[in-house]
């Protein structure tokens, strides 16, 4: 009977199975895809009971979905098994062509395990092949890698009966079938997930640019992007419109310009170094104007995510205030409140620059020096031999000052810029120099770059040219301050130093030692010429003071001394001050000049 009607059973299974299986590729979800395949298993298979237990990423099986019975349903869906558990499962019992089928009369040693389980009371079989409701079939569920994906368990044939041939191996292919759909799933969920994170990730990325692009527009300061590396390195790429305002240039026209094409020629070697790496720097930035503006340069080197071009991005601050207080400040540290010339810790400052240890070389003929300068050395490391103005060898380190001898820093000896070299106490930093200037950072000698003072004969003008140090002290100051008062005796100082400061070179500097004493430092003079000098600063001190539409007059006392190396800043001070008083002496009081 079985063998007459099997032909019809496998035509009705096999549409049973079509249906089902097109079912499975319907499902919208993970969740709808575990679903179908247990309720195509109660519906097309014959079965009144059907689980689905799906491996976990951790490796053990959960109970995912359940058809056949609520109760069942509500009892263990979610439920996990171990995976040691199930593997012991999926190799006892009878192997049927890849399904697992456990007896009742085996499986009661699993009633104790961690798989979660349901049983329904029945009668005990009557015939072989009646199916007992302890009885296990299981069909596992492989990815095409081999993997398991997971395990479907069925119970309670609608016949009654264990499936024969054709009803195990329907429940093979549909396995197969729902092992596959499983995968897709999976696939579309994770595909569904990475579609979410993307559009999530762009999002976050639009807000971020976005968030830039507006704190980047409309910061209170200005922002750059500049190219970094290659041809362009520096070019701007974009700019914001507060460095517009500050520039005095629209976007378009910086565009075309880099932070070198702008920046104050003195400050290149500043931007180079901070734009190599990144960092921070002062310097300044040419406006449209022709007029220079003191910034704070902050970059930060900007990588593409893909290592591609790199950029700088530049946040540009207005310290112009700063730098002007600064400057000021500087300035009220190293001059004269009330004249406005450099003090006495300038004054020394300035010539302790230009002196060192080293006493002034004997002084060769002409010829020598010429034989020495074809030499290249005068068998000393470190030094050039050079003609003086008078013929005479003057031997100096490679480098030199600017001028008149003074280090070239721009300073013209009356505005803010302090000394360039350093003012100290004997046998300062590395002992290099006992009295100031700047130390070296060659290594070959303690004198490198530096110009030697040679003194000229006070007895003859031989042409020797130096450093000439006039000491002046006025005549008759005090009864003037004692007689009209310290306003009367501030308009004559201010006035003294107008007239000193107009009658010597740009070079030269005119400071106030304190009181009515002024010093006045003049490079590249001879005995005669700081003797003219004198006389032509007396004489012009001697002509009267109005002040309040008084005429006042005062006289002034000249002392000449010179700058040498070997002597110290007070000593060369000291020399002109003992000169000053000599000269001071040899005039009777009716020459000297008085209000």
């Given at each position: 009977?079985?063998?007459?009607?099997?032909?019809?059973?496998?035509?009705?299974?096999?549409?049973?199975?079509?249906?089902?299986?097109?079912?499975?590729?319907?499902?919208?979800?993970?969740?709808?895809?575990?679903?179908?395949?247990?309720?195509?298993?109660?519906?097309?298979?014959?079965?009144?009971?059907?689980?689905?237990?799906?491996?976990?990423?951790?490796?053990?099986?959960?109970?995912?979905?359940?058809?056949?019975?609520?109760?069942?349903?509500?009892?263990?869906?979610?439920?996990?098994?171990?995976?040691?558990?199930?593997?012991?499962?999926?190799?006892?019992?009878?192997?049927?062509?890849?399904?697992?089928?456990?007896?009742?009369?085996?499986?009661?040693?699993?009633?104790?395990?961690?798989?979660?389980?349901?049983?329904?009371?029945?009668?005990?079989?009557?015939?072989?092949?009646?199916?007992?409701?302890?009885?296990?079939?299981?069909?596992?569920?492989?990815?095409?890698?081999?993997?398991?994906?997971?395990?479907?368990?069925?119970?309670?044939?609608?016949?009654?009966?264990?499936?024969?041939?054709?009803?195990?191996?329907?429940?093979?292919?549909?396995?197969?079938?729902?092992?596959?759909?499983?995968?897709?799933?999976?696939?579309?969920?994770?595909?569904?997930?990475?579609?979410?994170?993307?559009?999530?990730?762009?999002?976050?990325?639009?807000?971020s640019e976005e968030s830039f692009r507006q704190a980047f527009e409309y910061a209170p300061s200005g922002m750059a992007i500049a190219e970094m590396g290659g041809d362009q390195h520096g070019r701007l790429l974009r700019t914001n419109d507060a460095l517009c305002r500050l520039l005095g240039r629209p976007?378009?026209?910086?565009?075309?310009?880099?932070?070198?094409?702008?920046?104050?020629?003195?400050?290149?070697?500043?931007?180079?170094?901070?734009?190599?790496?990144?960092?921070?720097?002062?310097?300044?930035?040419?406006?449209?104007?022709?007029?220079?503006?003191?910034?704070s340069l902050r970059n930060s080197v900007v990588a593409d995510a893909a290592d591609g071009p790199r950029f700088l991005l530049t946040h540009v601050e207005d310290i112009e205030e700063r730098k002007r207080h600064e400057l000021q400040l500087a300035h009220r540290a190293s001059h004269d409140s009330l004249?406005?010339?450099?003090?006495?810790?300038?004054?020394?400052?300035?010539?302790?620059?230009?002196?060192?240890?080293?006493?002034?070389?004997?002084?060769?003929?002409?010829?020598?020096?010429?034989?020495?300068?074809?030499?290249?050395?005068?068998?000393?490391?470190?030094?050039?031999?050079?003609?003086?103005?008078?013929?005479?060898?003057?031997?100096?380190?490679?480098?030199?000052?600017?001028?008149?001898?003074?280090?070239?820093?721009?300073?013209?000896?009356?505005?803010?810029?302090?000394?360039?070299?350093?003012?100290?106490?004997?046998?300062?930093?590395?002992?290099?120099?006992?009295?100031?200037?700047?130390?070296?950072?060659?290594?070959?000698?303690?004198?490198?770059?530096?110009?030697?003072?040679?003194?000229?004969?006070?007895?003859?003008?031989?042409?020797?040219?130096?450093?000439?140090?006039?000491?002046?002290?006025?005549?008759?100051?005090?009864?003037?301050?004692?007689?009209?008062?310290?306003?009367?005796?501030?308009?004559?100082?201010?006035?003294?130093?107008?007239?000193?400061?107009?009658?010597?070179?740009?070079?030269?500097?005119?400071?106030?030692?304190?009181?009515?004493?002024?010093?006045?430092?003049?490079?590249?003079?001879?005995?005669?010429?700081?003797?003219?000098?004198?006389?032509?600063?007396?004489?012009?001190?001697?002509?009267?003071?109005?002040?309040?539409?008084?005429?006042?007059?005062?006289?002034?006392?000249?002392?000449?001394?010179?700058?040498?190396?070997?002597?110290?800043?007070?000593?060369?001070?000291?020399?002109?001050?003992?000169?000053?008083?000599?000269?001071?002496?040899?005039?009777?009081?009716?020459?000297?000049?008085?209000?």
């Open positions: 009977m079985e063998t007459e009607s099997e032909p019809y059973v496998r035509l009705a299974t096999l549409r049973q199975l079509h249906r089902v299986v097109a079912d499975l590729n319907t499902a919208r979800s993970l969740a709808d895809t575990l679903q179908t395949v247990v309720d195509g298993i109660v519906v097309g298979l014959g079965y009144e009971l059907a689980c689905v237990n799906l491996v976990r990423p951790d490796g053990d099986l959960v109970v995912a979905a359940f058809a056949g019975d609520p109760a069942a349903e509500a009892l263990i869906t979610g439920r996990v098994g171990s995976r040691s558990s199930w593997e012991r499962r999926l190799t006892m019992g009878e192997n049927w062509d890849g399904l697992r089928f456990i007896p009742h009369t085996e499986g009661w040693v699993l009633l104790e395990d961690d798989v979660p389980q349901w049983h329904t009371d029945g009668p005990d079989p009557r015939f072989e092949d009646e199916w007992h409701p302890e009885d296990r079939l299981y069909a596992p569920m492989y990815a095409s890698g081999g993997e398991l994906l997971g395990v479907i368990s069925v119970d309670r044939p609608r016949n009654g009966r264990r499936p024969g041939a054709w009803g195990r191996e329907a429940l093979q292919m549909y396995a197969f079938q729902a092992a596959i759909a499983i995968s897709n799933a999976r696939l579309r969920a994770n595909m569904q997930r990475a579609l979410v994170r993307l559009e999530r990730e762009q999002q976050a990325l639009r807000a976007a378009s026209v910086l565009r075309r310009y880099s932070f070198s094409d702008l920046v104050h020629p003195e400050d290149i070697g500043t931007l180079l170094r901070t734009s190599a790496e990144g960092g921070r720097a002062e310097l300044r930035l040419g406006r449209r104007d022709g007029t220079y503006v003191w910034v004249t406005g010339l450099p003090n006495s810790a300038e004054l020394r400052s300035r010539l302790a620059a230009r002196l060192c240890r080293r006493p002034q070389s004997v002084r060769a003929t002409a010829v020598e020096a010429l034989d020495a300068a074809f030499e290249g050395r005068d068998g000393r490391e470190g030094y050039d031999v050079r003609v003086g103005h008078d013929g005479y060898q003057v031997r100096a380190e490679v480098g030199g000052g600017g001028e008149h001898g003074f280090p070239s820093d721009g300073s013209d000896g009356h505005g803010t810029n302090g000394s360039n070299g350093a003012s100290g106490p004997r046998g300062g930093s590395g002992d290099l120099y006992e009295y100031g200037g700047v130390p070296s950072a060659r290594t070959d000698g303690p004198y490198d770059h530096h110009v030697h003072m040679v003194a000229p004969a006070t007895d003859v003008d031989d042409g020797t040219k130096g450093l000439a140090v006039l000491f002046c002290d006025l005549d008759g100051f005090k009864s003037i301050n004692d007689r009209f008062g310290h306003h009367t005796g501030d308009a004559v100082l201010i006035e003294v130093a107008r007239r000193l400061t107009t009658g010597v070179r740009d070079g030269d500097t005119v400071a106030r030692l304190g009181g009515d004493e002024f010093v006045v430092l003049a490079d590249g003079l001879g005995a005669a010429d700081a003797a003219d000098l004198a006389v032509r600063l007396r004489n012009a001190i001697i002509p009267p003071i109005r002040v309040d539409g008084r005429a006042v007059r005062v006289g002034a006392s000249f002392g000449i001394g010179w700058a040498s190396c070997g002597m110290s800043a007070d000593e060369v001070l000291r020399s002109a001050d003992q000169r000053m008083y000599i000269e001071k002496r040899s005039r009777s009081k009716t020459h000297r000049r008085a209000g």
